[in-house]
């Protein structure tokens, strides 16, 4: 099954630096793209990480102070490329997810099946 068919949540363009930490190391990054279950970010040199490696993703709003914060796993590594799945967040990051998602998804009705799905996921 291709990416596209197993990807039940929108993407959105998202440029923000980021930092990624796991097993004590930190390493800074660009985020690439962001969804309601995980990310995309850019990174400078190819990082060891393994799929399904544990770690947390921070990432820093532009002219201001927020900060999400994600407890993830690792589910690519490529060159340049690292992709996360949420694991878990605060309610103030994730407060400020759906915000930021629903600016730039300028169709509600898409943004509350995606929310509606993802609500469901814990729930089988």
């Known amino acids: 099954m291709s990416d596209n068919n197993r990807r039940h949540f929108r993407r959105v363009d998202f440029d923000a630096g980021c930092r990624v930490a796991s ?4 390493h800074d990054c660009e985020l690439s793209d962001i969804s309601l279950r995980g990310a995309l970010v850019r990174t400078p040199t190819t990082l060891r990480f393994k799929s399904g490696q544990p770690c947390r993703l921070s990432i820093c709003l532009a002219d201001s102070d927020i900060v999400l914060l994600f407890e993830c796993e690792v589910t690519r590594v490529d060159e340049h490329y690292m992709g996360f799945r949420f694991v878990a967040q605060d309610l103030d990051s ?31």
């Open 23 to 26: 097993f004590g190391v930190e």
């Open 94 to 124: 994730f407060t400020h997810l759906r915000r930021l998602l629903e600016v730039n998804i300028a169709d509600p009705e898409i943004l509350n099946r995606e929310f509606s799905s993802w609500s469901g996921m814990g729930e089988n």
